[in-house]
């Protein structure tokens, strides 16, 4: 199984749906709260995914490869390609 790890704050709605939509799926996820550090998190963010500017969260990532936020993550599971990355051996 893949692995997926999630950067999220706790007051973020897209976050949320994201966690919900990982849960209801049955899919295991490491997920990184950075409510406590945002700012300094945010800036760590956008250096591990080269964005320029503000860094939006959630921040998805499967088996290290960045995907984007919630809308792609919906985006991926609606098409069925989530269930396909989801497959691969975690790296």
């Known amino acids: 199984m893949a692995k997926v790890v999630t ?11 994201a966690k919900k ?6 899919i295991e996820f490491e997920d990184h709260d950075i409510t406590a550090d945002e700012v300094e998190q945010r800036k760590k963010l956008g250096e591990m995914i080269d964005s320029q500017g503000r860094t939006t969260v959630p921040q998805i990532f499967i088996n290290g490869n960045h995907i984007g936020g919630y809308s792609e993550l919906k985006e991926l ?3 069925g390609k989530l269930d396909e ?3 691969e051996p975690a790296v």
Do not use: A, Q, R
């Open 77 to 79: 599971n609606e098409s």
């Open 85 to 87: 990355m989801l497959k």
């Open 7 to 17: 950067y999220t704050v706790d007051y973020c709605p897209f976050c949320i749906k």
């Open 21 to 26: 939509l990982l849960n209801e799926k049955e």
